[in-house]
T-cell receptor
Framework: KAGVTQTPRYLIKTRGQQVTLSCSPISGHRSVSWYQQTPGQGLQFLFEYFSETQRNKGNFPGRFSGRQFSNSRSEMNVSTLELGDSALYLC?????????????FGPGTRLTVL | AQSVTQLGSHVSVSEGALVLLRCNYSSSVPPYLFWYVQYPNQGLQLLLKYTTGATLVKGINGFEAEFKKSETSFHLTKPSAHMSDAAEYFCAVSETGGNKLVFGAGTILRVKS
């Protein structure tokens, strides 16, 4: 079974631009979560989607948004990019919604904002 | 809110020595605890998890962790370190309602030959 895939793997943008990252979960998984990883702040939860509905949201500004499609694929969008948005963005999928479930992580998208 | 503290941002051990990575948590509800490993330029891989039941949890690659409620700890151990264990390790607690993980700051494990 294929793992979680994220595209693109690397991205370079300039301040003020917007970006869309994509995540394809493991087949059959209905939950997709997004995390931001930076050297200064570590791993921080962005949001979780389950069956196309946002179920949890972290403490990030409204510039960060996401959605999930009927096939469980998810996208996250960051508008008006800032230098501080440079990070590794990780997507994780899980088969169910309970907090005991294992989350399977993708390799991440490394975003650099210049 | 739940939180995780990992003591020691860097740990260095010799090959064949005991690995001990420390994790303490704070939670107002019975915690669900996880250890993940991250190799350079890769995502996170689950090593083991504690939900309920046996407090000594065995994971992949010879790692294990013991849940100690009285000490609010979930330390990760491995009897004998291997060079391939060099990576960054994250302890995490699952918040109530859904798949939100709260991670510790991570511990970079270095294995010396």
């Amino acid at each position: 079974k294929a793992g979680v895939t994220q595209t693109p793997r690397y991205l370079i943008k300039t301040r003020g631009q917007q970006v869309t990252l994509s995540c394809s979960p493991i087949s059959g998984h209905r939950s997709v979560s997004w995390y931001q990883q930076t050297p200064g702040q570590g791993l921080q939860f962005l949001f979780e989607y389950f069956s196309e509905t946002q179920r949890n949201k972290g403490n990030f500004p409204g510039r960060f948004s996401g959605r999930q499609f009927s096939n469980s694929r998810s996208e996250m969008n960051v508008s008006t990019l800032e230098l501080g948005d440079s990070a590794l963005y990780l997507c994780a999928s899980s088969s169910r919604g309970g907090r005991a479930n294992e989350q399977f992580f993708g390799p991440g998208t490394r975003l650099t904002v210049l | 809110a739940q939180s995780v503290t990992q003591l020691g941002s860097h740990v260095s051990v010799s090959e064949g020595a005991l690995v001990l990575l420390r994790c303490n948590y704070s939670s107002s509800v019975p915690p669900y605890l996880f250890w993940y490993v991250q190799y350079p330029n890769q995502g996170l891989q689950l090593l083991l998890k504690y939900t309920t039941g046996a407090t000594l949890v065995k994971g992949i690659n010879g790692f294990e962790a013991e849940f100690k409620k009285s000490e609010t700890s979930f330390h990760l151990t491995k009897p004998s370190a291997h060079m391939s264990d060099a990576a960054e390790y994250f302890c995490a607690v699952s918040e109530t309602g859904g798949n939100k993980l709260v991670f510790g700051a991570g511990t970079i494990l270095r294995v010396k030959s």
